[in-house]
């Protein structure tokens, strides 16, 4: 994790801060709807995790998580790659959407080796 550059951090970062604030914007919506929003609250909590985690590992800033709310936020954030890579492999090459989807694969990965890293 030392060895990702700046560049990439902040990429990583901002991808988090972007993806949690359109799932909150969806638990909103879905709230108005009546719709059921347990799945996506977890999702959202995940994601907290994640930034969180990578916050923790390149900045140094202390983190309050369990290592079971690690475990179940890596379980998580795994659980999304394979979704995120198949509108990725459908998605245009030199997009804007693809740059979008490929932070975001390699925001949840680095999160998800970082979690790992914690967790040991």
Known sequence: MDKVSGDIRLESIKSFQSTIRKTE??????????????????????????????????????????????????AVLS???????????????GSSQRTLLERRIQSLELAIMAIDDLSN
Do not use: C, D
């Not at 390149?58 to 936020?73: D, H, I, K, M, R």
């Not at 659980?79 to 090459?93: D, F, M, R, T, V």
């Open 25 to 74: 914007k969806a638990v909103v919506q879905m709230k108005v709807k009546g719709a059921q929003t347990g799945l996506v609250e977890n999702r959202l909590h995940a994601l907290h995790i994640g930034l969180t985690v990578l916050e923790t590992v390149w900045n140094g800033e202390p983190n309050s998580f369990s290592t079971e709310e690690l475990v179940q936020a890596r």
């Open 79 to 93: 659980g999304l790659l394979p979704s995120i890579e198949n509108q990725y492999n459908k998605s245009k090459a």
